[in-house]
């Protein structure tokens, strides 16, 4: 059992920076990848990045590549997401998750309770 918990959200002027962590529980947490999703108002969950177990490898949605840049520290067992450049379209309830394997659907085991990120326009 993996228990998530997001934190670093808030309201944010559209260029600002934002740094979300996750931190988990346990002691397997190298052992699974780790992803961030968000989902606004009214729309679908989406993928936003995924980083690999031993962080080797990252993967990102088109529209924040060069953006965002997900991280992880195992020996802290937490994840991050790097958010500069934010615009009001990236306002949304962001959430991590984990899983077997990398993945850019939201088919991961664990999944935190979300951390809600507002850009102004």
């Not at 953006?67 to 009001?88: C, E, H, W």
């Amino acid at each position: 059992q993996v228990q998530l918990v997001e934190s670093g959200g808030g309201l944010v002027q559209a260029g600002g920076s934002l740094r979300l962590s996750c931190a988990a529980s346990g002691r397997t947490f190298s052992t699974y990848a780790m992803a961030w999703f968000r989902q606004a108002p009214g729309k679908e969950r989406e993928f936003v990045a995924v980083i690999s177990r031993s962080g080797g490898n990252t993967y990102y949605k088109d529209s924040v590549k060069g953006r965002f840049t997900i991280s992880r520290d195992n020996a802290k067992n937490t994840v991050y997401l790097q958010m500069n450049g934010l615009k009001p379209e990236d306002t949304a309830v962001y959430y991590c998750a984990a899983g077997a394997v990398v993945s850019t659907t939201p088919e991961y085991r664990y999944w935190g309770q979300g951390t809600q990120v507002t850009v102004s326009s």
